[in-house]
């Protein structure tokens, strides 16, 4: 079965925009396009919404090597990290992730006066969280971390 599906006004202005479509030609002999648009980029792509924010900072003094949560990934939402910077620590930490069953997978570790900034795709779906370990050092009780990241709806 067949179905037509009609898109808003601004998803089409923004593919209008970034193919450069035009009314008229401006050669004589360019290619015509119908006035149906066939997709072929990802729409996904389009749909996404790219944001950097900062956690409040946190105490990671206590007892070394407890998971402390800094930005979980809402119900709604799916998110891609592309880059993180946390504080210095004077304590050993790591940034690990965590899925809603309590899995863990870390992505990187500083050692004693370590700062962890890097820029990498890491995929977080809906519920994960991105945290850091205590240090179980008494100067480590002012750490934040930021991330950059696109958002998509689900």
Partial sequence: MVQNLWANKA????????F????????????LFLQTLQP?????????????????????????????VYHTTPATEKWTIRGWSTDTTIGSTQLRLRTPSGQ?????????AGKLTHSEEVYMPPGWTI???????VADTDVDLTILYDKEDV
């Fill in 11 to 18: 998803i089409i202005s923004r593919i209008i925009q970034k």
């Fill in 20 to 31: 450069q479509l035009e009314e008229r030609p401006r050669e004589p002999d360019s290619p």
């Fill in 40 to 68: 072929v980029t990802s729409i996904d792509e389009l749909l996404k919404t790219t944001s950097l924010i900062k956690s409040a900072s946190k105490d990671l003094s206590a007892g070394a090597g407890t998971y402390t």
């Fill in 104 to 112: 863990f997978f870390p992505l990187e570790a500083a050692a004693t």
């Fill in 131 to 137: 945290g850091l370990l205590t240090t179980g050092n």
